[in-house]
């Protein structure tokens, strides 16, 4: 069996994963007791303490682990995790107040998903969402964001190198000039700084920021600009600004709380991180920044300051080790299980007033170690956020942070987002920088599109910009509908890229080859661009909408035009392949599936150069479409029609029928055509019989087994199935089939199978 200490580590480690985290600190108290104390069942212990919010002993059990020898800093992660869990109870966030629907509708359509900007060079990928070009090349793993569909080299190769979408670059251009220029110069910046060019980096960031001068995104990268070059004072200002701008945005705070890292103000980084943290506990970096910081704070040179439970901190140590104030109000709160004013909501921070920091002198010596270590060390030893780029979002926050508000005495906490640590008090040129937005706005009388400008966000584009003929299709020159895009970048109505396609697989307009686009039946409607044309050009897409729909429904009707295939005989039941390669019959299959009829005629040529005027109603049961455009088609038939009137649709042929059935019979007649049913059915059974198996066997492949005889021959209005499978397989003319299959007579009909069977067997 297993020995005692085993199952008390299991027990523990169990209880621990089971979120008991109680029974998990006696379990380990207990085994330290009998084992004795060891480093690994220290932090384990203070683990489960943290994790129970039981910080005073947590920090004890730390302290003392930290004292037996090295710990590296990633062992914390529990203990920044239940730090997190306490601080989003205490400080909470909110959603941004009132409901812009066109912000919501723009940040959803023409913002990409991965960098929160309006889409830049947007490339559309297989699925049909577009995404700027540099975000989704600098994906490794060909991953649409949105739907998670692979677009590797292996399934769509000829998307490797996916070119713009010109109708969007084209709009965007014409709709948002400053926004498309300002980012160009982003992504300058942003190739500045991935070549360690600091200062021209922020020089590109400022002349984007005249441009749009409340860009949270610019204000994070000239940020970290700054921070890069340790200019941290100019950094924490546009930090601000971003924490101002998108107070539920991850990577506002933890810019902000790597300025004040390197300016030496540990604690509030500390708190920048725990509320980057409680925004998106994904946000790897921060949780790094977050462990380093409590590293310090729990090493044998740092001394821990006795917690007191309430509102009154011991004084804060010397600025050589992280102010611990901010952890002990924050376990103050969880052993208290209240939620007193701690100082992250005041104007106090750790007992030291804002005026006396703004007073003391530089960087601590920590915080400056600290911050050239990080970004001095090799690239592949460097966080992930910091890796020689300062992109947009680098995939921080995206879609996240946002929790519901808490209600602390009597109150709703607002805006503890965007100002954690760092609260109304400012530096009189950050004060002033941030009226300046205000001011000159009411001072001038600004418009809309300024105000936007100002807080960051995209405002609609005017109405006289708004065009339809922008949105027109080049092939039918009608507004867009069903817009799909190819990999070279241009756009068309989905219909007539695929009418184009039947004829030649080549781009309509650049020809660049589509054969793989056309293999993989890759229609996918774009979706920005046919969420911009419903939502700006609503009223012409109705319209537009109404005429496709007329379209449909009348190909719908399918006794009035029902499609014609010209090409052999097809008989009721019986099941007849097709292999489908002129580009009219392409096109006419298209339409039979998109209409939802999934039907179409067959009738067989006529001496004159035209078609005969009996043939068979087929069913499309599966389609196989090949590389190139040819399809394999299985259908069966469903029953006979009548041709009353001709006509031409788009290249193949379409008629005006009518059913055509059996005259039924009663009486005398209807007994004597059962007896004939019942004789001729043996007559065909002995025939097929004295076939060759390997005939028998192909006959079977291709046609199935031959149908059972009928009691009531009258039953189905075409007749008995055995007949026409019967008819399919005799090796006679073709016009001989005909004549059979225009017959309205059981009687006539079954006569003539017998003097065909007749005939056969006499030349056998």
């Not at 800093?73 to 995790?81: G, K, P």
């Not at 700084?193 to 949270?216: I, M, N």
């Not at 709160?333 to 004013?341: A, F, K, Q, R, V």
């Amino acid at each position: 069996g297993r020995s005692p200490l085993h199952t008390m580590v299991d027990l523990a480690r169990e209880a621990f994963n089971a979120a008991n985290y109680e029974l998990a600190a006696e379990v380990l108290e207990r085994e330290i007791a009998e084992e004795g104390l060891t480093q690994d069942r220290a932090l384990d212990r203070a683990d489960a303490l943290a994790m129970q919010g039981n910080f005073h002993a947590a920090f004890e059990a730390y302290h003392l682990a930290f004292k037996m020898g090295k710990v590296a800093h990633e062992r914390l992660n529990h203990l920044v995790t239940a730090l997190v869990r306490v601080y989003s109870r205490k400080a909470g966030v909110i959603l941004p107040d009132g409901d812009d629907s066109a912000a919501d509708f723009l940040k959803d359509v023409v913002m990409c998903s991965v960098c929160s900007g309006l889409l830049f060079e947007p490339v559309t990928i297989p699925c049909g969402h577009t995404f700027c070009k540099r975000c989704i090349e600098k994906d490794p793993s060909k991953t649409c964001p949105r739907c998670r569909l692979r677009f590797t080299e292996a399934e769509f190769p000829d998307c490797q190198v996916l070119k713009p979408t010109v109708i969007l670059c084209n709009i965007f251009d014409k709709w948002w000039p400053e926004e498309v220029k300002a980012i160009r110069l982003k992504w300058e910046g942003n190739d500045l700084f991935s070549k360690k060019e600091f200062s021209r980096a922020t020089e590109k960031y400022t002349e984007a920021l005249t441009l749009v001068p409340g860009d949270p995104i610019l204000y994070s990268n000239r940020s970290h600009a700054y921070s890069s070059s340790q200019d941290w004072s100019l950094a924490l200002k546009d930090a601000l600004l971003v924490c101002e701008l998108r107070p539920d945005w991850p990577k506002g705070h933890y810019r902000k709380g790597m300025a004040l890292l390197g300016l030496g103000r540990q604690e509030e980084a500390m708190s920048c991180f725990l509320q980057c943290l409680t925004l998106d506990s994904t946000v790897r970096p921060a949780q790094m920044e977050l462990e380093k910081l409590l590293h310090n704070l729990l090493s044998p040179t740092s001394e821990l300051p006795p917690l007191h439970v309430g509102n009154k901190y011991s004084a804060p140590p010397s600025l050589h080790t992280p102010t611990p104030s901010l952890i002990h109000s924050l376990a103050a709160t969880s052993l208290n299980g209240t939620c007193e004013e701690s100082p992250m909501v005041t104007d106090q921070v750790g007992g030291i007033s804002m005026e006396r920091r703004e007073a003391e002198p530089g960087p601590s010596r920590e915080g400056s170690v600290h911050m050239r270590s990080l970004h001095e060390c090799p690239p592949d030893e460097r966080m992930e956020e910091e890796e020689s780029n300062s992109d947009s979002e680098l995939e921080m926050g995206r879609g996240k942070g946002r929790r519901k508000t808490h209600d602390f005495a009597g109150g709703r906490l607002k805006a503890c987002a965007s100002e954690p640590v760092l609260m109304e008090q400012e530096d009189d040129s950050m004060a002033g920088r941030r009226r300046s937005f205000s001011e000159s706005s009411s001072n001038n009388g600004p418009s809309k599109s300024h105000c936007a400008k100002e807080e960051g966000k995209l405002e609609e584009p005017s109405p006289e910009v708004i065009d339809s003929e922008d949105f027109e299709c080049s092939l039918c020159m009608r507004l867009f509908f069903n817009p799909v895009t190819t990999p070279c970048g241009h756009s068309f109505c989905r219909d007539c890229l695929l009418r184009c396609l039947d004829h030649d697989n080549k781009c309509p307009l650049c020809k660049f080859c589509l054969k793989m686009y056309l293999a993989e039946r890759r229609d996918k409607v774009t979706d920005t661009i046919d969420k911009i044309i419903k939502h700006f050009l609503g009223k012409d897409h109705v319209k537009r909408q109404a005429v496709h729909e007329e379209e449909v429904a009348e190909l719908a009707r399918l006794t009035e035009q029902m499609p014609i295939f010209v090409c052999t005989v097809a008989y009721p039941t019986v099941p007849c392949p097709l292999h489908i390669f002129e580009p009219r019959y392409r096109l006419m299959l298209r339409r039979c599936l998109e209409t939802g009829t999934r039907q179409f005629g067959m009738c067989i040529y006529s001496p004159d150069g035209g078609y005969m005027e009996h043939g068979t109603v087929l069913e499309i049961r599966d389609v196989s479409f090949m590389p190139d455009g040819r399809s394999v088609v299985d259908t069966v038939g469903k029953s006979r029609f009548k041709v009353l009137d001709r006509g031409m649709r788009d290249g193949y042929n379409i008629a005006k029928v009518e059913p055509m059935e059996d005259v039924c019979v009663d009486g005398e007649e209807k007994a004597a055509l059962e007896q004939l049913n019942a004789a001729v059915y043996q007559e065909a059974t002995s025939w097929v019989q004295s076939l060759p198996a390997n005939t028998i066997g192909r006959i079977l492949q291709h046609f199935g087994n031959m149908p059972d005889c009928e009691a009531d021959p009258q039953a189905n209005p075409d007749g008995p199935a055995w007949t026409w499978w019967l008819l399919a397989i005799l090796p006679v003319d073709q016009r001989i089939q005909y004549t059979v299959l225009v017959m309205n007579s059981l009687k006539d009909r079954l006569e003539a199978l017998r003097r065909i069977l007749s005939c056969i067997r006499g030349r056998q």
